[in-house]
T-cell receptor, first 115, second 114 residues
């Protein structure tokens, strides 16, 4: 496998469910990110991890809980979500999170629907 | 308030012609700009970037122009091909900023007609 892989590709969950999104990067990068893409809105940064340490939490509700066990894996744990949380969740990685010109490499995303 | 604006949600162009995708920004601290391309059911991929020390950057069929005084940039695709049909995101950052400060626009859907 190469690049950034995300599972599952699609997820439908009820508001009382608990589920997790998984991301793995095979690029040897040091930083990993979670982004949210809602319809008709720009990509919104949710979390940043640098060498497994969370360096950014963009005022995300606590019903979203990230976990980064190592620099290659990133999870987003979901619980008691709301229908407005339905969106495309994108994972990304980059070599140097502090460099403006270290491009982000995105996974294909998880399309989440909350019913 | 949106700092990176892609005001046209869609663009349709005939194969072989030029596609011009526009982007405006409001934050005068932005001095590094990127374009990402996204196919359906795939994640965005980096396409081309430009620093404010230049007003043009070219990579094959893709050229990005930057007009700092107007706070405007544009992506030109010549000649356009059906495989270019995708959503194009403009993004901006400061060269003193980290990747976490990258600000995206809403995207423009480009359709290239055969």
């Amino acid at each position: 496998e190469t690049g950034v892989t995300q599972t599952p590709r699609h997820l439908v969950m009820g508001m009382t469910n608990k589920k997790s999104l998984k991301c793995e990067q095979h690029l040897g990068h040091n930083a990993m990110y979670w982004y949210k893409q809602s319809a008709k809105k720009p990509l919104e940064l949710m979390f940043v991890y640098n060498f497994k340490e969370q360096t950014e939490n963009n005022s995300v509700p606590s019903r979203f809980s990230p976990e980064c066990p190592n620099s290659s894996h990133l999870f987003l744990h979901l619980h008691t979500l709301q229908p407005e949380d339905s969106a495309l969740y994108l994972c990304a990685s980059s070599q140097d999170p502090d460099s403006y010109n270290s491009p982000l490499h995105f996974g294909n995303g998880t399309r989440l629907t909350v019913t | 308030d949106q700092q990176v604006k892609q005001n046209s949600p869609s663009l349709s162009v005939q194969e072989g012609r030029i596609s011009i995708l526009n982007c405006d920004y409001t934050n005068s601290m932005f001095d590094y700009f990127l374009w990402y391309k996204k196919y359906p059911a795939e994640g965005p991929t980096f396409l081309i970037s430009i620093s404010s020390i230049k007003d043009k950057n070219e990579d094959g069929r893709f050229t990005v122009f930057l007009n700092k005084s107007a706070k405007h940039l544009s992506l030109h695709i010549v000649p356009s091909q059906p495989g270019d049909s995708a959503v194009y995101f403009c993004a901006a950052n400061s060269r003193t900023g980290a990747n976490s400060k990258l600000t995206f626009g809403k995207g423009i859907t480009l359709s290239v007609r055969p």
